[in-house]
């Protein structure tokens, strides 16, 4: 849990961070813009991430019983990363109109 809650709570500040950059542009454009940056950088390390744990995969099986449970291990864990990567990106359009009808 605690894995998760820090890069969300880097992305909140880093959200923040943006939106107090300029004066001129607001929050619902920072945050529309962090949106878009989000959905051109995350699948591509989703990617891989994906090509990088079949990698791992394959040069586990090649050593003994408790490497390749380790190297089994390190793939699932990248493979449920980039999972999450595009769940997120998905979600995060309808998470910023749901906020952004709060705030009009």
């Known amino acids: 849990m605690r894995k998760t809650l820090l890069p969300l709570t880097l992305l ?3 959200a923040l961070a943006f939106a107090t ?3 001129a542009s607001t929050i619902n454009e920072q ?3 962090l949106v878009n ?3 051109s950088i995350v699948p591509v390390i989703s990617l891989g991430l994906f090509v990088f744990a ?3 995969y394959a040069i586990g099986q090649v050593f ?3 490497t390749r449970q380790k190297a089994q291990n390190w793939s699932m864990a990248m493979i449920v990363g980039g999972i999450i990567g595009i769940i997120i990106v998905i979600i995060a359009p ?3 109109d749901f906020l952004l ?4």
């Open 94 to 96: 309808w998470l910023v």
């Open 54 to 56: 079949g990698i791992v």
């Open 37 to 39: 940056m989000l959905r």
């Open 101 to 104: 009808g709060f705030s009009s």
């Open 21 to 23: 950059s300029s004066v």
């Open 64 to 66: 003994d019983v408790q």
């Open 31 to 33: 945050l529309i813009s």
């Open 12 to 14: 909140a500040f880093a």
